[in-house]
């Protein structure tokens, strides 16, 4: 906790603001994930889009993992994916956001978001997924 605490603190100043917004964020993602019906929780990130300005969108998506890896609740691809999908468009960015399932032994899905078609968060490993559907 100590450690979060000085990284956050040692961040630069626009990093701390996105940090502070990806937050309460993220909680309302896993309280939608875990307890809303599939269509409205989907729709946590589907807001219209904002006025257009600057925005640096690897910084929102690295951003937006760092606060998911230290946060005491479920903050996995679904969860970021909701949120920089609504941190990006409240920015005017039109992110998309995939739904990928695989099939093995058991059933798996990813979420991953992309801007134009270029993925920017959760791409790693979305080639290892169908996608099924898309919304944004």
């Known amino acids: 906790m100590i450690a979060a ?3 956050f603190l040692s961040a630069p100043p626009e990093r701390r603001t996105l940090a502070l917004e990806a937050l309460p964020l993220l909680a309302r993602a896993n309280r939608m994930v875990a307890a ?4 409205e929780t989907i729709s946590f990130g589907l807001v219209p889009l904002g006025r257009p300005r600057h925005t640096d969108v690897a910084l929102v998506s ?3 993992a760092a606060v998911a890896r230290r946060v005491p609740f ?3 691809c679904f969860e970021q994916g909701l949120t920089v999908q609504r941190m990006l468009r409240e920015r005017g ?4 956001l995939h739904y990928g399932i695989a099939a093995g ?3 798996k899905a990813h979420v991953w978001i ?3 078609g270029k993925m920017v968060h959760g791409g ?3 080639s290892q997924y169908a996608e099924v559907a898309a919304w944004g």
Do not use: G, M, Y
């Open 5 to 7: 605490l000085r990284a």
């Open 114 to 116: 992309s801007v134009d």
């Open 105 to 107: 032994d058991e059933l």
């Open 62 to 64: 690295r951003t937006v």
């Open 93 to 96: 960015v039109p992110a998309r």
């Open 124 to 126: 790693e490993v979305a």
């Open 36 to 39: 809303r019906p599939f269509p």
């Open 74 to 76: 479920r903050a996995l």
